[in-house]
């Protein structure tokens, strides 16, 4: 388990290459895919590695696609190419989990040295298709790897797939692992709720044979800096009357909403930013946020480096090549350049580490989504020192954030899974929904 950033895939890929390793597998997610492509390059860039694509069934338009797609990995990769079946000739095959299932009686047919569980919590359902074949995959290697930086997102029982992969006959079985370890129960409406915790102690100490914790503290010293800011934003007056429903829609249309207030604040920041010569990262929640943001940025310019800055967006609807490719551009520019997304376009397997500043208009309410936004700049192959802005809207859910979460990153940093505990920190994602629900109970119609 390592922390975001700090180097997961480049210590796979080296200690498979010390190992002599002929055939390798790399489950992973499908925005991360060619990340590996691009750190096999870095060790031994000879070998033959295949992609595989989730592009559907054989027309002119998914070859079109297809072929797009390969002519953007071998601008960078000469030796890698994307199929959408799985070919005889490689060293290294990259699998997303989003295709795993459809790909797995193939798979079983070969005989793989090393199997890479990349962002394992992706396969964590204990009755997911995927996790039904990456549990099959891993009993036919001889090495298997399963690697996270967040492996329990947010409750205890997100783990027991991951130690079944690398540990099948050692791992004890779902029934046994949510009765023992999770404190199962019968459910307030039925079935079975294993959201609990039990036995903590004993099954790290179980545990403690197969997991390697390498924490941000431990490679802070290859690092570039990183410093965090809580700014609180003066609404002056602004105030948004709508009433939100219970739950975690309604908690993702408050923050939006407190986005919405902090607009002139976000456009006078970028535009200040790209006058110092900064590279910029602006994260929304709300796709329809992004590419208004990025007019009325534009539109705030002055006229003396309108035509030297470069200004790109990008949302979960932009395709993965889409994404990929604006993220390469970004890493590209020297100076004077700002890439506006959307939290879920760059928020896992995406390289932006050569950022001066990220600012953070809507705020994730998730700690492990937070953690994993902020590895997106502070990464392992950095070269230079970030400054990461949360904006906190006055008398909006931003506050109550602020006070469950963002006070309490520190802590989340110090005392999580990252120094050994298997819990995911300091505070978990139920305990932030019940006080963000708390908190739109008591402000309806007054926010």
């Not at 895919?33 to 033959?48: G, H, L, Q, T």
């Amino acid at each position: 388990m390592h922390n975001c950033g700090l180097g997961k895939s480049l210590t796979c890929i080296s200690a498979a290459n010390l190992l002599n390793a002929n055939r390798i597998l790399v489950v992973t997610r499908s925005m991360g895919k060619d990340v590996y492509a691009r750190d096999c390059k870095k060790i031994n860039e000879n070998r033959p590695i295949a992609i595989l694509s989730g592009i559907g069934t054989d027309s002119k338009a998914t070859r079109y696609q297809l072929n797009r797609y390969n002519k953007y990995l071998t601008s960078y990769y000469s030796n890698c190419l994307s199929y959408r079946e799985i070919p005889s000739d490689f060293w290294m095959l990259v699998c997303p989990w989003e295709i795993l299932h459809a790909h797995v009686e193939k798979l079983l047919s070969i005989s793989f040295d090393v199997i890479i569980f990349d962002e394992h919590h992706m396969g964590k359902g204990r009755t997911a298709k995927r996790t039904d074949a990456a549990i099959a995959l891993s009993k036919k290697a001889t090495v298997k790897w399963s690697v996270s930086a967040t492996p329990v997102r947010d409750r205890l029982r997100d783990l027991w797939a991951q130690w079944r992969c690398v540990d099948f006959y050692g791992a004890d079985s779902s029934w046994k692992w949510v009765h023992r370890y999770c404190s199962a129960k019968e459910g307030r409406y039925g079935g079975l709720d294993t959201t609990g915790e039990s036995n903590i102690e004993e099954l790290k100490e179980r545990l403690s044979h197969l997991m390697e914790i390498k924490t941000r503290q431990e490679i802070l010293h290859l690092l570039p800096g990183k410093m965090r800011n809580v700014i609180r934003i003066d609404t002056k007056g602004k105030v948004d009357t709508r009433t939100y429903e219970y739950g975690l829609k309604g908690i993702e249309s408050a923050i939006a909403a407190a986005a919405n207030l902090k607009r002139d604040e976000v456009v006078d920041r970028c535009v200040e930013g790209l006058m110092g010569r900064e590279k910029i990262i602006l994260t929304g929640n709300r796709r329809a946020w992004v590419p208004k943001i990025y007019q009325k940025i534009v539109d705030a310019l002055p006229n003396s480096i309108k035509g030297l800055a470069w200004i790109r967006w990008a949302t979960g609807e932009s395709s993965v090549t889409d994404r990929q490719q604006l993220a390469r551009e970004y890493m590209a520019q020297k100076e004077m350049s700002l890439l506006i997304a959307t939290s879920d376009a760059i928020g896992e397997s995406i390289d932006l580490h050569d950022t001066d500043r990220m600012i953070v208009a809507a705020l994730p309410y998730s700690p492990g989504a937070l953690n994993q936004l902020e590895g997106r700049v502070s990464r392992l192959g950095g070269s230079r020192p970030v400054t990461i802005d949360f904006l906190v809207a006055e008398g909006t859910i931003d506050e109550q954030i602020e006070d469950v979460l963002l006070n309490k990153l520190a802590s989340i940093e110090a005392v999580g899974i990252g120094s050994g505990e298997v819990k995911m920190g300091a505070i978990n994602e139920d305990e932030v929904m019940e006080n963000l629900n708390k908190w739109l109970q008591e402000n309806q119609g007054q926010n």
